[in-house]
Each structure stands twice: as structure tokens, then as C-alpha cells.
């Protein structure tokens, strides 16, 4: 082959690369903004993040405000969405309570903390506009597991278990009276959820009883003061309801979705939906996992075909799929047409270390031995509004673990698609999909310093979360340093991160004028 074919080979292959070339390569993910925090290193300190949407994000620091100084020292930072400062406050914690849980309102945070060993625990509220603090104290029941915290109006809900007994108490702010929901103590009994409808000032306790060899979910709807109005139980003799999130049409008519098992075990067998009228649900639609177009993409394709096939002959056998699947299911998002459920496929990894960066809401402050938790793959399913099943989606999540069970998928709408996104060790695996199908397949992104003359030498704690719009935020701890030679400067992070999927657009369309006529 002499030199001017070889150079004409060449020409063809460019050619032909440019024609198949996939989308992802117009697809980025952009670092817009970043702050740095540097870390003390003469005091423990812990870092939050709240996302507020488009008033911006808020940081939380906590930490000794100087060695041996017994109360510790609560910073709060707002920054607008362009990163910029808006005001800071600082509070000092009685060094005899101990944070418990945060909760993140529309227009406030709340934080509980508990005085061990007492009936007394403390409430903080932090207006987000501008700053400004106000605590309550009150007395609720001493030795509370809290699962739940939530604040509906300017009530407070502590949700858990007392005496190994499901328990919900109600705490006014105004005038600090505090009640238990009635109907909850029940042997056998575990609390699912605690759900808030502030537009109606409906409180929705779920709870999943073992009685009489059958497994019941059951609603119990209380109005604001507490008063229980109505119950609604969901029993089948074949399946049994793990988890359910309401999804309110009117007062009197909802779906319920959730996973469910075989048998009353926490084994996910697939996803339900029911339709709920008068306190009256209709027969539940099941979706067995073997149902759902891609489910099992996260396996290769060898495994995945044998599986298929091990399916198939069950059911050609008429013998019913059983499978092992934990499932952590995320808030239900609702469009204007759709409900969207996304759910994380996990199982428990053995580790014990301390989490330095806690994600913020609703989350437990509480260090305990737990184990650890490894995720495989992430669903995304849709259901219009008449409560029909009409698509699902996967995300393939390769080593990726977690001290705490919490949610490592994030998922954001943007124009016709869903940008899926996760953090692994200072890093962004991106996917984006149209429904059932992916437009952009798996992709990642480095984390990068402010400073280009500087470099990551280690990541911690890596988190993400929605923002608003395409942008997500990325946040953690990490050691920077001009070379891998010393010890470097440890930061929290909080990184701005758009993804243009106008890009995507223009690159079906490039595609699109290039294909022969």
C-alpha cells in the first residue's frame, strides 16, 4: 500500500467516525463555580450542604470554636447562585445536647437536638431570607429511637420507635404542648413513613404490621391538630407492600406507589401502583422486575441473557420469579405530566468508619456502628397521570459504596430529558435519558481545584444534589496541593455544575444532516 492510499484510508476512516460518532461527545458537564473552605486542623469539623433551589445553597459548619471550649459552634453561610456571599450566622450549641436530625422547609431549616438520658430536646429554626435564629425547648419522651423529623405549619413531628413500639409526637412552637398520635403503639409494627400534606394540613403516617401470619400497610391520616380522621389498609394474600408514597389528586382520591415483596420479607419483588378512592384502594397493579424493559442492564450482557433466559423458563413453567433485591427509593418527582420513581438497587457492605461530611436533610447526626452499604444499579420508572405504567430507565453504579444508607442517584429534569448523575472518589458518572431511552451513555467528570496550579491528592465523602435548572452540586473534602510531595491543604468543596444538554440537541441534528439521502 503506498503512501497516497494509506493517507485516502485515513480520510475514509475520519469520515466514517464522524458519521457514528455517539453524542456523548457533544454532551459536557461543566465546573462553573467552586468554593473552597479550608478545614481546621486544630478542631474536628463537620460540613453540610443545603440546596435552597434558586435562592441559592447553605452551608452549615460545625466544630469547637477553639481546643477545649465544651459548646460547638454552629456556622451558617448563604451563598446566591452565583456563589456570592448573602449573610452568615452563628449559634452556639449547649454543649448538653446532642444534634439529632435536620429538616429542610421551603422557607426554613429546622434542626433537632436531644439532652441525653432526659425528656428534653431543643429546636432550632433558621430562616433562610435572612438568617435570623429562633430556638424552642421541649419535652417529649426520653429514650426515643427517631426515625423522622419533620415540621408541618409551626408544628414539629418526631417520629420513631419508644419501647420498641412505633411512636409519632406533635410539638407546637407557639404554645410548646406536645401530644402522641393515637392508633400507632402497636405490637408488631414498623413505621414506613411519615408523610406531610401542607397545602391541606393532612399528616400521613405509613406502617407496615405483621398480624396473623399476613403483612398489612396501613395509612393513618390525622388533621393539623392530630385528631385521626381516617385509616386505609392494603393487604394482598400473595404480595405484601414495602414501601408507599402518596401521591394526592384530591382530599379524597391518590395513587400509591412503592415496591413490594413475596411474602413478608423486605426482598423487593418489583413496583406497585394503586389508586385510592374514599379511603378505598383498588386492586394494586404489580410490576414484577422480569417486566421492566431494563432492568437487568446493568449486568453484562452474557449474565443478562442467562438470567433472561432462567426467567423465561420459570414462567413457561408457570413458577413464580422470586428476587433478592434491597431497593431505596427516593422521593416520588412530579411533572406536569408524568410521576417519575427512582430507586437504588443495594446490599449491605460490612464498614466501620466515621462519616466526616454529613448530606443534610433528614438525616440522622447520630454516629452509630452501622454496616456499610455497595449499590449496583439505579431504576427510573414513569407513570402518567391516570396511574398507568408507561416506561423505565437504568443507570449502571460500578464499586460504589457508602457509610450511611442514603441516596447516591441524583436525578434532574431538564428540557426533554433526565440528566442521572452520581459522585465516586472526585468524580461525576453522568448519564442522560429520554424515557426509555439513553441519549448520552455513561460519562465522567474530574473535580478539579480552583487553581490550575494545583492538583487532588485525595478525596473524601464525595456528595451531589440537585440544584435547580441543569445544575447539580458537588460537594466534599479534598486535599489540594501543587505536587504529590507534602502534606497540601485539606477544603470542603462546593462545586456548580451545569450540564448542557442543548448540546445533545445539536448533536442529533449534526447527526441527523449527515446521514446520506
Known sequence: MNSSTVRWFGICVAVVLSLILPVTTFAQLQQSDRLEIPASSSSTEQFEVF?????GLLSVVRGDEYYGNRNEQWQFVKYDTTMKVVWRATYKLDFRYIPVMAYKGAESGFWLFAEPDTDRFLFMQLNFSDGSIDTYKGNLLAGVDVQHFKVIGSKALVSGYYRSRPIVIVHSFFDHTTRVLPGLFEKNTELNNVDINEIDGYINVITYAYRKKNCVFEIKTYNYDG??????????????????QIVPLNPDDSYLIGNYSVGCTQYSQGLYITHIEEDVPREPQFIEFSELQNFFNYMK?????????????????GKENKFRYRLLVHELIQTENEIVLVAEVYYPNQRSSNPVIAGGISRPYISRTLEGYRYTHAIVCGFDRNGKFIWDNCITIKDLTSFDLQEMVQITPVDDYFVLAYPQD???????????????????????PKSEKEKVLNNEDS????WYGQYFLAYGMQRLGTSAIGQGREVFYIDKLTYRTQDISKAADKEEASRPR
Open 463 to 466: 456528595y451531589l444534589s440537585p
Open 51 to 55: 440546596s435552597l433551589g434558586e435562592q
Open 227 to 244: 385528631k385521626l380522621l381516617k385509616r386505609t389498609s392494603l393487604s394482598d394474600p400473595r404480595y405484601s407492600m414495602i414501601s408507599g
Open 301 to 317: 450482557p452474557r449474565r443478562k441473557a442467562k438470567m433472561l433466559e432462567r426467567i423465561g423458563k420459570r414462567k413457561s413453567l
Open 426 to 448: 472526585g468524580e461525576v458518572h453522568t448519564e442522560v435519558i429520554r424515557r426509555n431511552e439513553v441519549v448520552v451513555e455513561s460519562e465522567k467528570f474530574k473535580i478539579s
